[in-house]
């Protein structure tokens, strides 16, 4: 099995808790847990795409060790003291509990709402150039790796990009600017596919939920009526089965 070094690197680009985390070394424990909820925030697999839930799943299970690691004093002496915190990953550990039991349960206005705020923020840049850099300009790799991003959001990364390159912040890589037209047109169509896929998911939830109001309904109306003939019945077969079918009985004449 991997070590937790090489995943941490495999994910992130580093072995580094504090640089993955994006915090000082001296961090306090306040300082460490809000990092952790920005970052895990980025990549929860609740919110991502059916295309990006695996990476995101696995960036999400290395947060929240790290996290684990650095909010008990043994363990972050440990780490501080050797650099390193070398042990497999827990791959049976609920991360997602983990988390739940930490913040407050997740809703899509959460999301919305830090989307709002990364989006062309000093992180979001740092994102947009640290995924330039390690893909070497690789466009299906950026999008995988940068939170909220999509085919739709290409031209506002190049315009950032060209503008690091501009000032001399990162090289520049022709596979990026002189991508050929069959390959966005690929990734387009891909992109395109899995959007219709997804929405054909939440019409089917949809659809499921109003059946099962539907049903719901039915058995309330059921139940309502049920209530009424055991209330009422009894009486009305009474009158019905009287021979004037008055509710009264009448002696016949022999």
Request: hydrophobic share 30%; charged share 40%.
């Amino acid at each position: 099995m991997a070590s937790f070094k090489s995943i941490c690197e495999k994910y992130f680009g580093s072995s580094d808790f504090y640089e993955i985390l994006q915090i000082n070394h001296d961090a306090s424990e306040k300082e460490i847990k809000k990092a952790y909820h920005r970052m895990s925030l980025l990549v929860h697999p609740d919110r991502v795409s059916s295309d990006q839930k695996e990476i995101a799943t696995e960036k999400f299970k290395i947060l929240s060790k790290i996290h684990s690691i650095l909010q008990i004093k043994e363990k972050r002496k440990l780490y501080d003291n050797y650099g390193e915190f070398d042990d497999e990953m827990d791959t049976s550990s609920n991360w997602l509990n983990y988390w739940r039991n930490m913040f407050k349960k997740i809703e899509l206005k959460d999301i919305q709402e830090y989307e709002k705020k990364y989006v062309g923020s000093e992180n979001e840049l740092r994102d947009i150039k640290k995924a330039y850099v390690g893909s070497r300009g690789n466009m299906d790799t950026i999008l995988e790796m940068l939170p909220f991003s999509d085919c739709d959001s290409e031209p506002r990364i190049i315009e950032i990009v060209q503008k690091m390159v501009d000032n001399g912040e990162v090289e520049r890589y022709n596979t990026f600017f002189n991508e050929s037209k069959q390959r966005k047109l690929r990734r387009r169509r891909k992109w395109e596919l899995e959007r219709r896929e997804a929405e054909k998911i939440n019409m089917a939830e949809i659809e499921k939920e109003i059946e099962k109001n539907a049903r719901e309904r039915e058995a309330n109306f059921a139940s309502f009526m049920s209530g009424l003939e055991a209330k009422y019945a009894p009486k009305a077969k009474q009158r019905k089965n009287l021979p004037d079918g008055t509710g009264t009985s009448k002696k016949r004449k022999t």
